[in-house]
């Protein structure tokens, strides 16, 4: 920290500067000789490598990067030396013009001066803006000097009385001068009245401190409310946890009473010691399948769908451990300064919060003639002699109650309140990102990710891209060997947000996109090495989207029962030749369980990879049966489409031993369950199997009819 005092002070950058000098200054240090390795540089020791000194320059000098913008536009522009990239044959750069970091090979480093500093903390300074605009933005001429004092002079922002020389004066929070201010307006340090405060210092001397103050006390007073901890005196040989407050202020919401501002006190579990402090970490979540399972039942049987949202739901969690917390800052107790808070309820921040509150909330149900699922932990029934139920889901603190009658949803809803605090939404609209709408009259249903696929394509600049039909086009055939194999290629994709894109793109295909499942299952293999062509592949999705972003999966009340569709592609995979497993499951004609994924072996034929895929399948239709049959649902027969004959008899006969004894046991388990009559594998024709959008880019007329099969619509 020496080492990045000195440097920000020579090269007059302020404080906002001080994680760059920081990891120039480690970088300086590794390569610097050090009298414990006998003189020798930590660079050296570590990879037997001496150091390189050509390439070192001034931290915050003056540096030109080549740019080409244009035939008539500057070659370069001006910056400042932040540092070096690690892993990147290429310099750090500050841009003030656009306000963004740039690295860049193509530098001319001036080393023989420095800025001025730039900070506008002393705005009565007139003479160092002069400089500051002077050194950034203009070449160093007599003329372009006189304008700019001129312009700076006659600027009502920056305006100071001529006999006030004590007074220092604000900046405003809008410049004229933007190109003036354009570097210092990044880097200010004073907190802006808009912005949430980072700790409670801030919070307690900010402009709001009255409001923040409020929201503190408020919860306390819920903590206390719900006897959260017990002050005690630090057993030897314990250690405390840390806590800090984390704030939030909320945008205001027409025609909602939601608070504006919210503190929450958060226990800062990283420091928790394993074993010690907690055992298992885990939360149970409803699966996405059971939430679209119970959406084909409300559609089909025209049932009432309500959300419950509970209120600091880990709250509620009782603790098994001993886990002693710090007073919170500024809510420390008079005269029992050196107590520390024994926690008997769990807290925001610890690892083992989530599970507790499950294990709370399952007693709760099950002490109320609830039972829960044996196929999902996080679905919960009701069955009354009467005839009626209560079907209640539960994601975390988000729930879904389905009913008959809203009657016996009122009764759970007063029961949940006793026990908990809970936030009542009315009938169901949004969970977990998916937009639920009803239209009573046709018996409709509709799961739509319309709102999350427009912010989508806005984070990745893709909402004025060129629409396309295909999820993904024939003509990408995608390989490790399209990994980058140069420098600048691997310089090019350090700055692509790929995992980032894939992993958004892999959300909206769980939910309710099946028709990108395909897609996504092939640009999610190269995530560790991804190349141009990749990131291409990527794009060609976002442009997709762009024009299906009204697409929606449609629940009905149709006479179509449980029905699966599964189709496999021999050996799609060309880096290591294992096929594609792709199969989706429908109710009432829509989808509800969808996958695509390769084969964890590789197939000696396209019988044995159809043969693989059916028993993957009929895994999914076993559990997709038992979770109807609790929600007492008729199901007792399921059908499984399949296009490859030989792998419909090979599962119903012992033919062909020759050729299918290397085939794991495991492999054949459903043979019995077939036999019995549980589940009927079918012949399907190719035209007519939904299945194979799951494992090929298909044309665009055979893609629209497997959308249609599947409940896919606009």
């Not at 309820?345 to 003639?369: A, C, E, N, V």
Request: proline fraction near 4%; charged fraction near 25%.
């Amino acid at each position: 920290m020496e080492k990045v005092r000195c440097m920000l002070s020579n090269a007059n950058l302020p404080k906002s500067f001080w994680a760059e000098a920081a990891s120039t200054a480690c970088f300086l240090i590794n390569r610097s000789p050090c009298v414990a390795i006998e003189k020798k540089t930590p660079q050296e020791v570590w990879s037997s490598n001496p150091a390189n000194y050509s390439d070192l320059k001034i931290f915050g000098c003056p540096t030109y990067a080549h740019v080409n913008n244009g035939k008539l536009e500057p070659r370069s522009i001006k910056c400042v030396f932040l540092g070096y990239k690690a892993g990147v044959k290429g310099y750090k750069l500050w841009c003030p013009e656009n306000r963004k970091v740039v690295i860049s090979r193509d530098v001319v480093f001036d080393e023989t001066a420095m800025l001025p500093n730039l900070s506008l903390k002393d705005s009565s300074n007139k003479e160092n803006q002069k400089q500051v605009e002077h050194q950034i933005n203009t070449e160093s001429t007599p003329q372009v000097s006189t304008k700019i004092e001129n312009r700076v002079a006659s600027s009502p922002q920056y305006s100071i009385a001529k006999n006030r020389t004590k007074r220092e004066i604000k900046p405003p929070k809008k410049y004229a001068e933007a190109d003036l201010v354009a570097y210092a307006l990044n880097v200010a340090e004073d907190i802006d009245a808009n912005q949430e405060p980072s700790n409670y210092s801030e919070a307690i001397s900010c402009e709001d401190s009255e409001k923040w103050m409020f929201t503190m006390q408020e919860e306390m007073e819920s903590l206390h409310k719900n006897k959260t901890w017990d002050l005690v005196k630090l057993p030897k040989g314990k250690k405390t946890v840390r806590c800090k407050w984390v704030f939030k202020k909320k945008e205001e919401t027409p025609g909602v009473e939601e608070p504006k501002y919210k503190a929450r006190l958060v226990a800062k579990g990283y420091s928790q010691v394993p074993g010690v402090d907690f055992t298992d970490v885990f939360s149970l979540v409803v699966k996405h399948s059971s939430i679209r399972a119970l959406l084909g039942i409300v559609a089909m049987h025209d049932l009432e769908l309500e959300q419950l949202d509970v209120k600091t739901a880990f709250l509620h969690g009782e603790l098994e451990e001993y886990i002693y917390m710090q007073q919170p800052e500024g809510f420390t107790v008079s005269e029992k300064e050196d107590y520390v808070c024994l926690l008997k309820k769990s807290l925001y921040g610890l690892k083992q919060s989530p599970r507790q509150w499950y294990k709370r909330f399952d007693s709760f149900m099950t002490s109320h003639d609830f039972k829960r699922s044996s196929f999902d932990s996080c679905v919960y029934f009701k069955k009354n002699n009467d005839g009626s139920f209560v079907y209640l889901l539960l994601y975390v603190d988000d729930m879904l109650i389905v009913a008959k009658d809203k009657g016996e949803i009122k009764k759970v809803k007063v029961q949940l309140s006793e026990e908990f605090e809970m936030k009542d939404l009315g009938p169901a609209k949004k969970i977990l990102g998916m937009e639920i709408l009803r239209d009573r009259k046709t018996s409709k249903l509709y799961l739509s990710q319309k709102g999350y696929i427009e912010k989508l394509l806005c984070r990745f600049n893709m909402r004025g891209a060129k629409p396309v039909s295909t999820p993904l086009a024939a003509h990408f055939r995608l390989s490790s060997a399209l990994s980058p194999q140069s420098d600048d290629e691997i310089e090019y994709m350090s700055h692509v947000p790929y995992s980032s894109a894939v992993g958004s793109l892999m959300y909206a295909m769980v939910c309710s996109r099946p028709d990108l499942s395909y897609a996504v299952s092939a640009v999610s293999r190269y995530m560790a090495n991804p190349g141009k062509e990749h990131w291409k592949a990527v794009q060609w999705i976002l442009r997709y989207l762009r024009g299906t972003t009204d697409v929606c999966l449609q629940f009905g009340r149709t006479e179509d029962g449980f029905i699966g569709y599964v189709d496999a592609d021999f050996t799609g995979d060309l880096d290591r030749r294992r096929s594609l497993t792709g199969y989706v499951f429908t109710i009432g004609g829509c989808a509800i369980s969808w996958k695509a994924t390769l084969q964890t072996t590789v197939a000696l034929s396209t019988t044995e990879d159809e043969y693989m895929v059916i028993t993957e399948a009929c895994k999914e239709a076993i559990w997709l049966k038992g979770l109807f049959s609790e929600l007492n649902e008729d199901l007792q027969i399921s059908t499984v489409f399949c296009d490859s004959q030989s792998a419909i008899f090979l599962t119903k006969y012992q033919m062909f031993h020759e050729r299918t004894k290397h085939i794991d046991v495991s492999v054949s388990f459903f043979r019995d369950i077939i036999a019995r009559g549980d589940i009927v594998v079918s012949k399907i024709s190719t035209h007519e199997n939904p299945a194979d959008m799951m494992t090929k880019s298909l044309p665009i007329t055979k893609f629209e009819h497997c959308l249609d099969l599947v409940g896919v619509h606009c």
